[in-house]
């Protein structure tokens, strides 16, 4: 089975058999609020990297900010929430779906607590039919929260290249990725080698390596923060790489 995918498709997925699901059952407490215009996407990149893949779907008018509890100093970043207000009186019991791609680290974000920024869009969601606007002159409302699996249909996990990345500094950022949509660790692996070279965590959802001379074709693994399910991509991004390209794989997690 693993020769098939490396001679068709050049990618090996790895589940691992004790991850559990990412979806949380059980709803938690937490507060809104909203940003931008009124019937805005929400931010125009953010504290996580994703820059302006926030204005374009599938983010589109579904992105949000957490509190730093929620951002885990960028870890949480690509990771998926319901989130649903409480006031009966004007929200509906329709939750909506948002994916964290900024951090809000003061104000209502302060002092610990668990505290959702939403883009106007997805918070006038919540609300009864008509009721957006009267529901986003509330400004700060009590919601309940749980995780759930980022869905992207008919996508698979990109890598894109960072800007400034060289030979000796290489700096990628994951797109699209189903299921648990965080990252908790990260590998590439150049050509012709049989070692995994660890990643560091720099900042929001980018991460880097500093060694070299690094040669191309390199394969990447990356493992979930939230449930530690592993996915190899196969040379993956190619020998003649370039600064701020994105190379797509023909994998994603499965959900």
Known sequence: MEGLCYIFIFCTLVCSAAAAAVADLHWHPATATWYGSP????????????????DVKPFRARVGAVSPVLFKGGE??????????????????????VIITDECPGGYCSNGRTHFDLSGAAFGRMAA?????QLRNRGEIPVIYRRTPCKYPGKNIAFHVNE??????????????????DVGSMHIREAN????????????????IIAGPLRGPFSVKL????????LSAREVIPRNWTPKATYTSRLNFNF
Request: glycine share 20%; hydrophobic share 30%; charged share 20%.
């Open 39 to 54: 019937e805005g996407d929400g931010s125009d990149g953010g504290a996580c990297g994703y820059g302006s893949l926030v």
């Open 76 to 97: 949480g970043c690509g990771a998926c929430y319901k989130v649903r207000c409480l006031d009966r009186s004007i929200c509906s019991r329709r939750a909506v779906t």
């Open 129 to 133: 039919a008509g009721g957006g606007g």
């Open 164 to 181: 400034g990345s060289t030979d000796y500094w290489l700096s990628l950022l994951v797109e699209f990725e189903d299921g648990d949509g």
């Open 193 to 208: 080698s049989n070692e995994w070279l660890e990643m560091t965590h720099i900042w929001g959802a980018n991460w880097c």
């Open 223 to 230: 493992t979930t923060l939230s449930t530690g399910r592993t």
